[in-house]
């Protein structure tokens, strides 16, 4: 089989220092206490099957970003709905093209639907516009663009997005996954919605695994043309949203200053630890997500300072099934997190030279 595991962070470790869990990019603060009442609250009746629609969850959805619920559909997690978007626009012969360093589940997805997965070069870390308008033919089905990027943290601008769009063959879909799109404030950004609002071969992928912390319960979203999430309803399967899943979304987006804080807590730290890092003679690619990639410029190297950090109950992602053997992908956690993080990479900074 062509298709090769996606390796998950991890979260266990042989040592008896306290586990710093930063390879998942997980909301380090959990999720809203009232999300997590409301999950608990959800399982009085669990003989019952989920509100197979997400109905209220969609509502809720609509309100508070603006887009009409009829729009939208609910999975479990973003993974489904990137899986669900192979397998419904793609045949044998279609082609799945996405930007070298772009998130692994496009290719595996793609495989998984018996379609051809493509990767265009990138530039400077960055999706490159001209890169991906070269690997288009006449068979590109679908676009994926992540946007903030995982691993590179770097992202794309509404201009970049609407080139792109404007250049799609007939009949192909552009999918922005806007995972991380919470955090980001740059103006230049664009999450997609307003291409989606515009177009019908435009969909917008969310989560509620990052800011709003719900990773355990699966539980993502997309926005597109009623054309499009009308082929997704038909696909999916018929509750792929579990009861504790709505429950506790929805009451996240009811909980919004506890999201806000977490991302005010993200972008403050953000910003600090790169400067911290990049101080002590280390490169770090500006990140406007929840985690910062480290490039240490050597495979060994990256090795090595992914072990230290092990050592010392740290873990981080290694990401050279991004392409990227030299780089190191962390989330950014707790303040204690960031300041252990930094003591820990001092250490083995010196180590190297002792
Ligand atoms: C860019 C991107 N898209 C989608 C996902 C999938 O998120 P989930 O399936 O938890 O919604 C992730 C998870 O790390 C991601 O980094």
Redesign the pocket.
């Known amino acids: 089989m062509q298709i090769k595991p996606y390796v998950p962070?991890e979260s266990k470790m042989d040592t008896d220092k306290p586990i710093r869990q930063l390879a998942?990019?997980e909301a380090p603060l959990g999720a809203s206490p009232k999300a997590i009442e409301a999950a608990q609250g959800s399982v009085a009746q669990l003989n019952r099957y989920p509100e197979g629609g997400a109905v209220a969850l969609r509502e809720k959805i609509g309100e508070r970003f603006g887009f009409p619920a009829e729009q939208l559909i609910c999975?479990?997690?973003?993974?489904?709905?990137?899986a669900l978007i192979c397998q419904a626009f793609t045949s044998e012969g279609s082609e799945v093209l996405y930007s070298q360093h772009?998130?692994l589940?496009y290719k595996i997805s793609a495989l998984a639907a018996g379609a051809t997965p493509v990767s265009a070069p990138e530039s400077d870390l960055r999706m490159d516009v001209d890169s991906m308008i070269d690997a288009m033919t006449e068979n590109t089905r679908i676009v994926f663009v992540?946007n903030?990027?995982?691993?590179t943290g770097s992202y794309s601008t509404k201009a970049e997005l609407e080139r792109l769009h404007a250049a799609l063959p007939e009949d192909a879909l552009l999918v922005i996954?806007?995972?991380?799109s919470e955090y980001v404030d740059a103006e230049a950004y664009s999450d997609g919605s307003d291409l989606v609002a515009q177009n019908k071969n435009v969909v917008m992928?969310?989560?509620?695994?990052?800011l709003f912390g719900l990773?355990a319960l699966?539980?993502?979203w997309a926005y597109g043309s009623k054309e499009v999430i009308d082929i997704l309803n038909r696909v999916r399967g018929p509750f792929n949203v579990s009861v504790p899943a709505q429950a506790a979304a929805t009451a996240a987006l009811d909980d919004w200053d506890w999201a806000m804080d977490a991302k005010h807590l993200n972008n403050r730290l953000l910003p600090a630890v790169t400067q911290r890092l990049r101080g002590m003679g280390l490169t770090v690619y500006d990140s406007v997500?929840n985690f910062i990639l480290i490039d240490f410029s050597d495979a060994d190297r990256a090795t090595a300072a992914d072990a230290f950090l092990r050592s010392e109950g740290i873990i981080g992602r290694g990401v050279a099934g991004y392409g990227l053997p030299t780089c190191l992908r962390m989330t950014i956690g707790t303040e204690d997190d960031m300041d252990v993080l930094t003591q820990a990479l001092t250490r083995f900074i010196e180590s190297e030279s002792a």
């Open positions: 962070g998942a990019n999975g479990a997690g973003s993974d489904e709905i990137i772009g998130f589940m992540a903030p990027n995982n691993p996954d806007a995972a991380y992928t969310r989560t509620f695994s990052k990773a699966r539980i993502g997500g």
